[in-house]
């Protein structure tokens, strides 16, 4: 891992919030990628350390009772007591458990997949891990339709589905959760109180309508270990974006795992314009300021692991 460590560091970002890139930072070989399986057992070991993604990708029923009391993970002072339909929702043993899978796509939400025809390729792999709840009928040629777990940030509920104040509203989010029929819906649900009626909102339309899909709520130490893993790494992240987080706890359920979307620059490496996210209108505005993340440094982490073979990003057409 020093390997690693010494790559990551000499990519330091010094200004991270700024979405520039230069082609030094972020060209890929892709024509040379072979699968460094002694790396990624070692990163897979190292992460381990810090964290087990299959005890942690879930708060499990034994370990708490309606009632309880909760400190949100970035408002510590704010506090919030489990509700009889959170606790409802929660599994009896990890959806991950016992889970291996040799082949894994990871598909960020950015615009970078847009014309990429990356569609099939991705539905071809053994598991398939989303970013909040992000849509697919509609772009499934360039981003496929296969869903194992998708994630499901609580600001989704107000920014993709209008805080569900209306019918119409309600029906599309079941809609789009009867299209996951078995997948594991990853709630992070205390990061910070003012997603906590969202929270409560989406669960109980869930609990009221019959929809297949098997709930998690991440463990209130997750976040602190991933951070805590890519910190010892030298890898100074504020906070791990989703996409992030969904790669450090996939290196413990998938051998050889593959990064699509993954592009947080305004442009691709032809200087052509790239959208924030694929399927709407936010601009790169809301990453670099109102935006806890330090997306371009987690690119360039993730590059360097490319070149190294422990994963392998795909950012051009599968064509
Ligand atoms: N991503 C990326 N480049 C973009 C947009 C997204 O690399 N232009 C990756 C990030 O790892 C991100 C993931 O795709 O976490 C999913 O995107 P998004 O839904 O925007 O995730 P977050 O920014 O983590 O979510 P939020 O805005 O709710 O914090």
Redesign the pocket.
């Known amino acids: 891992i020093a390997e690693v460590e010494k790559e990551i560091a000499e990519g330091e970002d010094k200004s991270p919030d700024s979405p520039s890139y230069s082609n030094n930072t972020t060209k890929l070989s892709t024509d040379n990628w072979m699968f460094n399986r002694t790396l990624s057992n070692l990163i897979r070991k190292n992460i381990l350390r810090f964290f087990d993604p299959e005890r942690d990708i879930s708060i499990l029923k034994g370990t708490l009772k309606p009632g309880d009391v909760i400190h949100y993970i970035f408002d510590r002072q704010s506090t919030t007591n489990i509700s009889e339909n959170l606790y409802q929702l929660l599994p009896t043993a990890s959806p991950m458990k016992n889970q291996h899978h040799r082949h894994c796509a990871i598909i960020?939400?950015?615009?970078i997949l847009l014309n990429s025809s990356c569609g099939p390729e991705i539905d071809s792999y053994d598991f398939v891990i989303r970013?909040?709840l992000?849509p697919v009928e509609e772009y499934a040629g360039d981003v496929g339709r296969r869903t194992n777990l998708v994630t499901m940030?609580p600001?989704v509920v107000q920014r993709a589905f209008q805080d569900l104040a209306s019918e119409e509203w309600r029906e599309r989010f079941l809609q789009r959760l009867r299209s996951l029929s078995g997948s594991v819906l990853w709630i992070p649900a205390f990061m910070a109180k003012g997603g906590e009626e969202r929270v409560e909102w989406a669960i109980r339309l869930i609990l009221l309508h019959t929809v297949d899909v098997h709930t998690a709520f991440p463990s209130l130490r997750l976040l602190h270990a991933v951070r805590g893993y890519w910190l010892t790494n030298n890898v100074q992240i504020k906070r791990p974006?989703?996409?992030?987080l969904m790669y450090t706890m996939a290196t413990r359920f998938c051998e050889e795992i593959h990064l699509y979307?993954?592009?947080?620059f305004p442009q691709d490496s032809q200087g052509k314009p790239v959208k924030?996210?694929y399927y709407d209108t936010l601009t790169y505005e809301y990453t670099s300021h109102a935006?806890p993340?330090t997306?371009p440094l987690?690119?360039r982490t993730l590059s360097s692991l490319h070149r190294q073979g422990a994963l392998r990003l795909h950012t051009g057409s599968c064509d």
């Open positions: 960020g939400n950015s615009g970013c909040n992000a940030n600001s974006t989703t996409g992030l979307g993954f592009w947080p924030y996210h935006s993340h997306m987690e690119f």
